[in-house]
């Protein structure tokens, strides 16, 4: 992966992490109870009232009496006063039959449900582009690493095994890394020095090989001036 590509990445990520929190935060803004759907659920209890098979359920409530008693609750854990469904920011209407009050009823505030859920799915969002982002940034650590940290620490052991004269072992040649060209090329290198120290020896062995013999060749005629010196 070249830099290009990842930048474009990283920027993309992040731009997909804009649009969508922003697009949710936006519906946290408009976040709000349905007039419509509360105002049925009303009517539904005050035309059929004392028949709860027949309430509309789309919202969660309770139906108090005139006394303040619960005759009716959706489920469980609902506001079943007017003091808690105050401080639940719950919708109190009155129930009204033929002109006459037939009790309250306490409809669930669904905005705060709303808001948690949309809460919830900004925070999801956050964790899966950073979750994506950093994925990208080891990606490309490891990449970096491959391709220049370790053929470089590979060319730095070469280098001193070739210091230390060691011509023997051949290093790797692989052309994908960036210092492809270099690999090769100190391969050459140690090549070539191998080649000058093998033809080095060679001449030393020949020149030690040459002196031997020309010590051969002088030491019989010395010997036999010698010998004659001696007779005489």
């Not at 946290?28 to 509309?56: K, T, W």
């Not at 999801?124 to 990606?139: E, T």
């Not at 001449?203 to 030491?219: F, G, M, Y």
Request: glycine share 4%; aromatic share 8%.
């Amino acid at each position: 992966m070249k830099k290009a590509p990842f930048i474009f990445l990283i920027l993309l990520s992040f731009l997909l992490e804009t649009i969508l929190c922003y697009s949710l935060y936006q519906k946290i803004s408009f976040a709000e109870q349905d007039p419509v759907v509360v105002n049925r659920c009303r009517m539904s209890v005050a035309d059929h009232f004392g028949e709860e098979e027949l309430y509309d359920r789309s919202l969660d409530y309770v139906v108090l009496d005139t006394t303040g008693q619960v005759l009716f609750r959706t489920k469980d854990g609902l506001s079943e006063n007017i003091s808690a469904a105050v401080r639940n920011s719950d919708t109190i209407l009155t129930i009204e039959k033929d002109g006459t009050n037939q009790g309250t009823i306490l409809i669930r505030n669904t905005v705060t449900d709303k808001i948690q859920s949309l809460k919830k799915q900004i925070i999801l969002v956050i964790v899966i582009c950073a979750f994506i982002q950093i994925a990208l940034i080891v990606y490309y650590f490891l990449y970096l690493k491959k391709r220049i940290t370790d053929p470089f620490h590979q060319l730095s052991g070469f280098a001193t095994r070739v210091a230390g004269g060691n011509l023997d072992l051949p290093l790797n040649v692989d052309r994908k890394h960036v210092f492809g060209e270099f690999t090769e090329a100190f391969d050459l290198m140690r090549n070539e020095l191998k080649k000058a120290r093998a033809a080095e020896k060679k001449a030393i062995d020949e020149k030690k090989e040459l002196v031997a013999k020309l010590s051969h060749d002088i030491k019989t005629p010395v010997a036999s001036i010698k010998s004659t010196s001696d007779r005489l």
